[in-house]
């Protein structure tokens, strides 16, 4: 009996259906992540979260930034 599965496909692995080259991109970001340093890893987060912000309108920003900072202290 034929299946389409002839190519020597294990489907019971999630990892096979995957894209090859996703897999090949976590790999690269697995190894990124474990080689640099705590200060590179703050600048990555750095740039992303700018580039996050950068995407947000002024309205959402200020309203985060009210959230965080514009808070009185209570004694």
Not at 14 to 27: A, C, G, N, R, V
Not at 34 to 61: G, H, P, R, Y
Request: proline share 3%; aromatic share 6%; with cysteine.
């Amino acid at each position: 009996m034929s299946d389409s599965y002839s190519y020597d496909q294990d489907v019971t692995s999630p990892l096979d259906t995957e894209d090859p080259l996703d897999l090949m991109i976590k790999d690269l970001i697995d190894y990124g992540m474990n080689t640099c340093s705590v200060s590179e890893l703050l600048q990555m987060a750095a740039s992303w979260l700018a580039q996050d912000l950068e995407s947000k309108t002024a309205a959402e920003i200020q309203q985060m930034h009210t959230g965080l900072f514009s808070r009185e202290e209570v004694h």
